[in-house]
């Protein structure tokens, strides 16, 4: 079994930090690859730098703007720099450091998860193999899913979801290999402040402790110090938010480790004590953490692709979201490593490694939670990445064994290192994904800032709930955290043909939730009212709404038209019976083509000019009506229609200013979106438009 050996390297700590280094500022500068790309491309800048690229950025980012700047203050929603890691980060560096909190919010993914090399060379460096840790690094710390999820722009706490689990992964391997107290301590202090750095994160580092005590229960049994750590890390999940809040709960629990440590390093106590104490400290850590039941909840969550059957049958959110969706194992394995080969190479490794180096049985919940993306989406291959990459070159270092010169061995390592590294480089290198919003659209939500105070609502859909706080300063009703049963209400708000309905729907939504102290719209509404009944009467143009208190716009995105039926969904659904109503007919097509009369729309549609017919998967049908809207050089939207056959099911719109074709049936052309950003049509007594603008049509509500 010598073959399985790690070499014994003659590292020292100052070649230990240079390697640190270089592994660093190569991942770091491979985050700068998009930078280059879009450094030059003006639709990507807003105030004088480039803007981030996730939606869910804007949350920490309007954090960070109250606790700079004051705003936001009467939004219940936006969380409170110090309960926050990410927002905590940002604005210390804000104000340390002389750069904008948009330069900050940009590259700061870049360089906390980028730390991700520390840990990896550090376990390596247990087992005296700290080059392996190195080329290690440099692949995990940019394969495809880790670098997907904190690309510079990626400002979220994904930045630390996998990193810090890494560095709880070294302290407890450090624990078991060297039986010191003191990494139990720090595994312990990791796990404290692990959900203060990414809260959703929990259940992986309480499997990760799980595994921990099992391994210690298993193979050091007899050992004082295994019940010594088992007490340490359990203290980890001590309820003392009950006392304090946050931050202060982490402060307090961490103030509590290190006097536990402090007390169990000093002193002998006899095993039966021990043994005691031990339990009595595991049942508390699963009690107080929740752990079965958080991790269980989680795996339930991810795994649910149903209505949400409990009393009312909603539309449940996790339906639509990609990357809680199962995927293929090619998917999977892209993810993890780059490529199928990649990452069937990392599962050998990985096997390999733990019947050579048993503590890297410890790894298994990161192993286990990347194969689980199988079926609980993309989001979890991130957590197998690190491992992953050192299971890889682990094996580079099997095969290279079977030569007895050290440069050849070293050459061969070097070079499989780089071939699993290519594909992962060919993918960041075409990985060209867009900001959020392009300058254009947020000039409109800076004219809304202008025109609306911060107590004011903009309803739109929840994709877009966090850029508004941060650009225009008003509340919304969901967001990227709040759309669970309320995305019912703007779902029906965006998709209903009656604009009386709406603008009642949206008054008494946001009163009834500012007076609700914000609890879920649409279970207020509908606790003890029928919702047909209730949707019924909000057509009546003098049903009594509750007393006007603030302003509410309507913010509607030429980008939506791409997500309309997902919209649609959440309201297609008959809350009562929870079936669904008849599917509506919507086509969108940015590619279309013309030969003769004949106008390819894609997706086996064709439309005959010269005969208005539309020709769908083989089968002819006339069209309703043709219409043609685009914007002249003012920027006033210009409408013709031609009305063809008035018993006819769809019609077409050619939206010439966006080369864009729509095909839709009655139900989405009189829908409130289509009429009023499509068409431009809108009923002047219940609206105002008061941003018209070719990206984004905003209205206010006057009633």
Same mark, same amino acid.
């Given at each position: 079994?010598?073959?399985?050996?790690?070499?014994?390297?003659?590292?020292?700590?100052?070649?230990?930090?240079?390697?640190?280094l270089?592994?660093? *500022?190569?991942?770091?500068?491979?985050?700068? *690859?998009?930078?280059?790309?879009?450094?030059?491309y003006?639709?990507f800048?807003?105030?004088?730098?480039l803007m981030i690229? #996730?939606?869910?950025g804007?949350f920490?980012?309007?954090?960070a703007q109250?606790?700079?700047?004051g705003?936001?203050?009467?939004n219940?929603r936006?969380?409170?720099?110090l309960?926050?890691g990410v927002?905590?980060? !940002?604005?210390?560096?804000?104000?340390?450091?002389?750069?904008?909190l948009?330069t900050?919010?940009?590259?700061?993914?870049?360089i *906390?998860s980028?730390?991700?090399?520390?840990p *990896?060379?550090?376990?390596a460096?247990?087992?005296?193999a #700290?080059?392996?840790?190195f080329?290690?690094?440099l692949l995990?710390?940019?394969?495809w899913?880790?670098?997907?999820r904190t690309?510079t722009?990626?400002?979220d706490?994904d930045?630390?979801?996998?990193?810090a689990?890494?560095?709880?992964?070294?302290?407890?391997i450090?624990?078991v290999?060297?039986?010191?107290?003191?990494?139990?301590?720090?595994?312990g202090?990791?796990i404290v402040?692990?959900p203060?750095?990414?809260?959703q994160g929990?259940?992986?580092v309480f499997?990760?402790?799980?595994?921990y005590?099992?391994?210690l229960?298993?193979y050091h049994?007899?050992?004082?110090?295994?019940?010594?750590?088992?007490?340490?890390?359990?203290?980890?999940?001590?309820?003392?938010s009950?006392?304090v809040?946050?931050p202060y709960s982490?402060?307090?629990n961490a103030?509590?480790?290190?006097?536990?440590?402090?007390?169990?390093?000093?002193?002998?106590?006899?095993?039966?004590?021990?043994?005691?104490?031990?339990?009595?400290a595991? %049942?508390?850590?699963?009690?107080?953490?929740n752990?079965?039941? =958080?991790?269980?909840?989680?795996?339930?969550?991810?795994?649910?692709?149903?209505?949400?059957?409990?009393?009312?049958h909603f539309?449940?959110?996790?339906?639509t979201?990609?990357?809680?969706?199962?995927?293929?194992?090619s998917?999977?394995?892209?993810?993890?490593?780059?490529? !199928?080969?990649?990452?069937?190479?990392?599962?050998?490794?990985?096997?390999?490694?733990?019947?050579?180096y048993?503590?890297?049985?410890?790894?298994?919940?990161?192993?286990?939670?990347?194969?689980?993306?199988?079926?609980?989406?993309?989001? &979890?291959?991130?957590?197998?990445?690190?491992i992953?990459?050192?299971?890889?070159?682990?094996?580079?270092?099997v095969i290279?064994n079977?030569?007895?010169?050290?440069?050849?061995r070293?050459g061969?390592?070097?070079?499989? #290192?780089?071939?699993?590294?290519?594909?992962?480089i060919?993918?960041i290198?075409?990985?060209?994904?867009?900001t %959020?919003?392009?300058?254009?659209e947020v000039?409109?939500?800076?004219?809304l800032n202008?025109?609306?105070?911060?107590?004011?609502?903009?309803?739109t859909?929840w994709?877009y709930?966090y850029p508004?706080?941060?650009y225009?300063?008003?509340? !919304?009703?969901?967001?990227?955290?709040k759309?669970?049963?309320?995305?019912y209400i703007?779902?029906?708000?965006?998709?209903?043909? $009656?604009? %009386?309905?709406a603008?009642?729907?949206a008054r008494?939504s946001?009163?009834?939730?500012?007076?609700?102290?914000y609890?879920?719209?649409?279970d207020?509404? &509908?606790?003890?009212k029928?919702?047909?009944?209730l949707?019924?009467? @909000?057509?009546?143009?003098?049903?009594? =709404?509750?007393?006007?208190?603030?302003?509410?716009y309507?913010?509607?995105p030429?980008r939506?038209?791409?997500? &309309?039926?997902?919209v649609?969904m959440?309201?297609?659904?008959?809350? %009562?019976?929870?079936?669904?109503?008849?599917?509506?007919?919507?086509?969108i097509?940015r590619?279309f083509?013309?030969?003769g009369?004949?106008v390819?729309?894609?997706?086996?549609l $064709?439309?005959?000019?010269? #005969?208005?017919?539309?020709?769908?998967?083989?089968q002819?049908?006339?069209?309703?009506?043709?219409?043609?809207?685009?914007?002249?050089?003012?920027?006033?939207?210009?409408?013709?229609?031609?009305n063809?056959?008035?018993?006819?099911? =769809?019609?077409?719109?050619?939206?010439q200013s966006?080369?864009?074709? @729509?095909v839709?049936?009655?139900?989405m052309?009189?829908?409130? &979106?289509?009429k009023?950003?499509?068409?431009?049509?809108?009923d002047?007594?219940l609206f105002?438009?008061?941003?018209a603008d070719?990206?984004?049509r905003v209205?206010k509500?006057?009633?």
């Amino acid at each position: 079994m010598n073959f399985l050996n790690l070499p014994n390297e003659n590292i020292s700590n100052k070649q230990l930090l240079g390697l640190i280094l270089l592994a660093y *500022i190569f991942s770091f500068v491979i985050r700068l *690859i998009w930078v280059f790309q879009f450094g030059d491309y003006a639709p990507f800048h807003f105030h004088d730098e480039l803007m981030i690229n #996730t939606n869910d950025g804007y949350f920490f980012a309007s954090g960070a703007q109250q606790a700079l700047f004051g705003l936001h203050e009467p939004n219940p929603r936006v969380p409170d720099w110090l309960h926050w890691g990410v927002t905590f980060v !940002t604005v210390i560096l804000t104000k340390i450091t002389p750069f904008s909190l948009e330069t900050v919010t940009l590259y700061m993914p870049s360089i *906390i998860s980028s730390l991700v090399v520390i840990p *990896i060379i550090l376990i390596a460096r247990i087992f005296g193999a #700290t080059l392996w840790g190195f080329f290690a690094a440099l692949l995990g710390s940019i394969a495809w899913s880790y670098y997907n999820r904190t690309m510079t722009g990626y400002y979220d706490s994904d930045m630390f979801a996998a990193m810090a689990p890494m560095f709880v992964l070294y302290f407890f391997i450090a624990s078991v290999k060297h039986f010191t107290l003191k990494s139990a301590l720090y595994a312990g202090l990791m796990i404290v402040i692990y959900p203060f750095l990414y809260d959703q994160g929990r259940a992986v580092v309480f499997a990760m402790s799980v595994i921990y005590f099992l391994y210690l229960l298993v193979y050091h049994r007899d050992e004082e110090n295994t019940y010594k750590s088992i007490i340490l890390v359990s203290l980890s999940t001590l309820p003392v938010s009950v006392v304090v809040s946050a931050p202060y709960s982490y402060i307090l629990n961490a103030i509590i480790l290190i006097l536990a440590y402090i007390f169990l390093e000093k002193r002998h106590f006899e095993k039966r004590g021990l043994y005691i104490v031990s339990a009595i400290a595991v %049942v508390g850590f699963l009690y107080f953490g929740n752990v079965f039941s =958080l991790i269980l909840g989680k795996v339930s969550y991810y795994l649910s692709r149903s209505v949400d059957a409990h009393g009312l049958h909603f539309f449940q959110v996790n339906q639509t979201v990609r990357e809680a969706g199962k995927i293929p194992f090619s998917v999977m394995a892209n993810r993890i490593s780059g490529s !199928t080969i990649g990452v069937i190479l990392s599962l050998i490794g990985y096997v390999l490694l733990v019947i050579r180096y048993r503590p890297f049985i410890l790894a298994l919940p990161l192993i286990g939670i990347g194969v689980f993306s199988l079926w609980g989406g993309l989001r &979890f291959t991130v957590f197998a990445v690190a491992i992953a990459a050192m299971s890889a070159v682990y094996l580079f270092y099997v095969i290279a064994n079977a030569s007895d010169k050290k440069p050849f061995r070293y050459g061969i390592i070097a070079v499989l #290192t780089a071939l699993m590294i290519y594909p992962n480089i060919l993918h960041i290198i075409g990985y060209k994904v867009p900001t %959020v919003f392009n300058n254009q659209e947020v000039k409109v939500l800076e004219k809304l800032n202008d025109i609306a105070t911060d107590k004011d609502y903009t309803l739109t859909w929840w994709d877009y709930g966090y850029p508004i706080w941060y650009y225009a300063d008003t509340n !919304t009703l969901i967001d990227g955290g709040k759309h669970n049963h309320d995305d019912y209400i703007i779902s029906k708000m965006l998709t209903t043909d $009656s604009q %009386v309905q709406a603008v009642n729907l949206a008054r008494l939504s946001v009163e009834t939730y500012e007076k609700s102290d914000y609890k879920g719209v649409a279970d207020t509404l &509908f606790k003890d009212k029928n919702p047909n009944d209730l949707l019924d009467e @909000l057509e009546n143009p003098d049903f009594k =709404l509750p007393a006007k208190t603030r302003d509410i716009y309507l913010f509607l995105p030429e980008r939506m038209l791409n997500i &309309f039926p997902t919209v649609g969904m959440f309201s297609n659904l008959d809350l %009562v019976t929870g079936q669904k109503k008849i599917q509506p007919f919507y086509y969108i097509t940015r590619r279309f083509s013309a030969q003769g009369n004949i106008v390819n729309l894609g997706s086996g549609l $064709s439309l005959d000019r010269q #005969t208005s017919i539309l020709t769908i998967g083989g089968q002819k049908t006339p069209i309703k009506r043709f219409v043609t809207v685009g914007y002249d050089a003012k920027g006033k939207l210009i409408k013709n229609e031609q009305n063809i056959d008035p018993n006819a099911p =769809l019609s077409i719109i050619l939206m010439q200013s966006y080369h864009t074709i @729509l095909v839709v049936d009655e139900s989405m052309y009189n829908s409130l &979106f289509i009429k009023m950003f499509v068409l431009g049509e809108y009923d002047k007594d219940l609206f105002e438009l008061v941003i018209a603008d070719p990206y984004a049509r905003v209205y206010k509500l006057k009633k």
